[in-house]
C-alpha cells in the first residue's frame, strides 16, 4: 500500500481520524477527522479465538428518519439499507457533519463484482483495506492481501483500546472491539518472512513472463515459440535455467531445423531473450521459478472457528522488482480462474483478492496483455471471486477494466499540478451524479474518510456517500518480526513449501564435454547473432537422432509421468491448464 503515513506509531491515525479534514467553507462532506491513534508497541499474534469476530454476518442497517436526518442524508440513508448481510464501512459525512444514523455499507453478494480503493498516499487506503478484510474475514470469506509496506500484518494481533479510537467509533456509531483474525503469511520465493510461494516456467506461461522481462511483441512471440516447442514436446520447464537451455538449443544448428516449419527463432532475438532472463536472475528472481509449485487452492481455506482465512502476502523484501510481484499477482489470479468451477451468483464470494499497486500490472502493458486482463476480471466473477484494484487515481486503471468495477471506495485526491487536476476532474465524471461538489469534496477529505458508491443487492449503483470509514479492530500496525516469524514457522504449510526442489534429472547428470558445448552455444548467443557451428562427430546422424542425443533435450525430458508428444494447453493468459 502507498500511504506512507501509515507506520507502526501512526497507525491508528490512519484509519481512526490522522490529519485533519477539510477546513470551513469547504464542500459538504468534507469534515475535519479524528487525531491518530497513541503510539505503543504492537503486541504479539494471538490465536484467532475473539467470540466478538465470529459473528456470521453483520449487524441489519440502522433505522433511519427522514425527520431527524438532513434530506438529502436521508436518500443517501435509504439507498444503503439492505436486507441481506452487509459489510459495515462507516457513516455518512455532510456539511462537515458525521450522521452514525446514516451507515453506508456494502451487500455481502456483491464483493464479487469487483472493486476499486483509490486515493492519494497517506489517505488511508491502508486500512480500508484491513477493514474491509476483517469483515469479509468475520463472514466466513477468505481474502488475499498484498502487503507492499510489511504492515498488514497486524491484522493478525487485536488493536488497541485508546480514546481516539473510541471517539472515532462514536462518530460513525460503532461498537469497536478489539479483535485478531486468521491469517497465513507468504512471501515471493520466500525472500522475506512467509511460507513461499514459487511458480514453475511452465505454469507461469510466455504472456506473464514476457511482461516481468519487458520483452517487446516480436520477443514475446518468439518466447510463445520457444514454449510452444517444448509444450508440445511435453518438456516441463520448471525453472530459469531449463529455459535458457531450451532457447541456446533452439538456435544451435541442431536445434534449428525444429522451428522452421512455423517462423524460427533468430539468434538476435533469442539472445535480447536470453540477456533478459540472465539480467533477471542476477535481480535474485531466480527463488521465484521451481518448485514446489503454490497450490492456489490454499487461499481458499477457512479457520476452525469457520472465519475466512486472511492470506497476507508480504512483499517488501521485493519492492525493487515492481514487474515481478504485481505479474505474479496476475499469474495467482489467472491460476484461480483455471482451477475454479463455475458458481455463478451466490450470496457471498468464495475469495476477495485484492491487487495493490495495481498500475504497476498495467504500465507498459502490450494490447494483448490489457485483453487478458480485462476478460479475465470479466470472468472471474462467475468463479466466486472478487477482484479489489487498489492505486492512487482511478486513471492508473484501463477503462475496460475500471469499467468492470462496481464498488468504489475513492480517498481524497491531491491537485498540485495541472495534471493533477486534470486527474481530478476525470475522477469526479465517473461517479454518479449527486448532491455533493465532489471536486472540492475529493480535495478536501481528512484521513480514514473517502467517497463510496457501492451495487446495491438489486445491482444498481447506490447514491455517492461521502464517508468517514470506521476503525479497524484489529492492530493498525505491524506485529514485531520475530513473532511473525515465529508465526510463519509453526504454519502447516512451511513444511510443505519452505524448501525449494531441484529434482535429481539427466541436467544434472550430463557429462562435462556435453554442458560445456552447450554454454558455449548459449554464450554465443549472448555476444553475437552468428549461431555456432554443428559439433563434430554427428555429421552422419539424422536430426531426430541428434534431438534425442542432445543433453538440453535430455535435460529437459525429466517429469515423472511427462510423456513425450503430449502438448500442454494454455489458458486465457498462457499459463498452463491443469
Not at 459538504?28 to 504492537?42: E, I, L, Y
Not at 438532513?70 to 439492505?82: C, E, L, M, N
Not at 462507516?90 to 453506508?104: E, I, Q
Request: negative net charge; proline residues 8%.
Amino acid at each position: 500500500m502507498t500511504d506512507s503515513d501509515d507506520t507502526p506509531g501512526a497507525a491508528g491515525g490512519a484509519a481512526a481520524g490522522g490529519t485533519p479534514g477539510a477546513e470551513s467553507g469547504v464542500a459538504p462532506g468534507a469534515a475535519p477527522g479524528a487525531a491518530g491513534a497513541a503510539d505503543a508497541p504492537p503486541p504479539p499474534p494471538v490465536p484467532p479465538a475473539t467470540p466478538s469476530a465470529t459473528t456470521p454476518a453483520a449487524p441489519p442497517a440502522v433505522a433511519t428518519s427522514s425527520v431527524s436526518l438532513p434530506a438529502p442524508v436521508a436518500a443517501i440513508a435509504t439507498g444503503y439499507s439492505f436486507t441481506g448481510p452487509a459489510l459495515e464501512l462507516g457513516a455518512v459525512l455532510w456539511d462537515g457533519r458525521c450522521h452514525a444514523d446514516a451507515p453506508v455499507r456494502i451487500p455481502l453478494a456483491m464483493l464479487n463484482r469487483h472493486g476499486l480503493v483509490a486515493g492519494a498516499t497517506g489517505t488511508g487506503k491502508t486500512k480500508t483495506l484491513q477493514l474491509i478484510a476483517e469483515q469479509l474475514s468475520a463472514n466466513g470469506v477468505p481474502v488475499f492481501l498484498a502487503d507492499v509496506k510489511g504492515d498488514l500484518s497486524g491484522i493478525s494481533a487485536p488493536g488497541q483500546d485508546n480514546a481516539k479510537v473510541r471517539e472515532r467509533a462514536g462518530q460513525v456509531g460503532q461498537a469497536w472491539e478489539a479483535a485478531a483474525f486468521p491469517c497465513e503469511f507468504y512471501a515471493l520465493g520466500g525472500i522475506g518472512t512467509g511460507v513461499p510461494l514459487r511458480a514453475t516456467v511452465t505454469g507461469f506461461g510466455p504472456v506473464l513472463l514476457s511482461k516481468v522481462l519487458q520483452l517487446n511483441q516480436t520477443q514475446e512471440q518468439s518466447l510463445g515459440l520457444i514454449f510452444h516447442y517444448a509444450d508440445s514436446k511435453g518438456l516441463e520447464l520448471y525453472d530459469l535455467k531449463d529455459l535458457k537451455a531450451v532457447t541456446g538449443f533452439l538456435v544451435s544448428d541442431v536445434g534449428k531445423p525444429e522451428l522452421k516449419g512455423i517462423g524460427g527463432l533468430s539468434s538476435a532475438t533469442a539472445g535480447v531473450i536470453l540477456r533478459a532472463i540472465t539480467t533477471f536472475e542476477q535481480q535474485g528472481a531466480a527463488e521465484f521459478f521451481g518448485e514446489p509449485e503454490f497450490d492456489v487452492t490454499e487461499l481458499l481455506r477457512a479457520a476452525p472457528d469457520g472465519r475466512g482465512l486472511v492470506s497476507v502476502l508480504e512483499l517488501p523484501a521485493v519492492q525493487d522488482k515492481p514487474q515481478l510481484y504485481s505479474t505474479f499477482l496476475m499469474w495467482l489470479l489467472a491460476e484461480l480462474f483455471n482451477r475454479l468451477p463455475e458458481v455463478g451468483d451466490v450470496d457471498r464470494p468464495k475469495l476477495v483478492f485484492f491487487f495493490d499497486e495495481a498500475h504497476l500490472l498495467f504500465s507498459g502493458a502490450s494490447k494483448a496483455f490489457l485483453e487478458s486482463i480485462t476478460q479475465t476480471v470479466r470472468l472471474i466473477r462467475s468463479k466466486g471471486v472478487g477482484v479489489f484494484f487498489v492505486t492512487q487515481t482511478p486513471k492508473d486503471v484501463p477503462g475496460d477494466v475500471l469499467a468492470q468495477l462496481g464498488n468504489r471506495v475513492q480517498h481524497a485526491l491531491r491537485a498540485f499540478t495541472p495534471d493533477d487536476a486534470k486527474a481530478l476532474k476525470a475522477t469526479v465524471r465517473t461517479f454518479p451524479k449527486s448532491p455533493y461538489d465532489l471536486e472540492s469534496t475529493l480535495t478536501g477529505l481528512g484521513t480514514g474518510e473517502a467517497v463510496v458508491t457501492v451495487l446495491s443487492e438489486g445491482g444498481a449503483p447506490t447514491p455517492v456517500a461521502v464517508t468517514r470509514l470506521r476503525a479497524p479492530g484489529s492492530l493498525m500496525g505491524p506485529v514485531p518480526s520475530e513473532d511473525l516469524d515465529r508465526v510463519v514457522k509453526s504454519s502447516l504449510l512451511y513444511g510443505r513449501y519452505a524448501e525449494a526442489v531441484d529434482r535429481e534429472s539427466a541436467f544434472e547428470k550430463l557429462s562435462v564435454e556435453e554442458r560445456e558445448r552447450e554454454a558455449e552455444v548459449v554464450g554465443a548467443v549472448l555476444e553475437t547473432p552468428k549461431a555456432p557451428s554443428a559439433p563434430k562427430g554427428r555429421a552422419d546422424k539424422s536430426l531426430a537422432e541428434q534431438v534425442v542425443g542432445s543433453g538440453i533435450f535430455r535435460s529437459l525430458a525429466r517429469s515423472v509421468g511427462t510423456q513425450l508428444g503430449r502438448e500442454i494447453s494454455r489458458s486465457l493468459f498462457g499459463t498452463r491448464r491443469r
